[in-house]
């Protein structure tokens, strides 16, 4: 399992979520944040800082944004 951000990020990018990670695995593209799967270790410290309620565990994703599962493994992270 992995945490995932969703459609509720777009155009918001409230960083609370990049200073509480404690491996930097989530990176800022240009109209949201995107959390790196390879290097998520699933603690969930970002998910209760969200203001907008985007991020989810990748089996808790709502069925309507379960396409940013894909979208967040796509990403190309530096």
């Known amino acids: 399992m992995t945490y ?6 777009v155009d918001v990018k409230d960083a609370g979520c990049v200073d509480v990670c404690p491996v930097d695995c989530i990176y800022e593209g240009p109209t949201m944040y995107y959390i ?9 410290a970002c998910e209760p800082v969200c203001p907008v309620a985007a991020i ?3 089996d808790a994703v709502p069925e309507q ?13 530096p």
């Open 4 to 9: 995932i951000i969703a459609e509720p990020c």
């Open 65 to 77: 944004w379960k396409h940013y599962i894909e979208i967040n493994r796509d990403f190309e992270y």
């Open 36 to 44: 790196n799967p390879d290097e998520c270790i699933d603690c969930a």
């Open 56 to 58: 989810f565990s990748d």
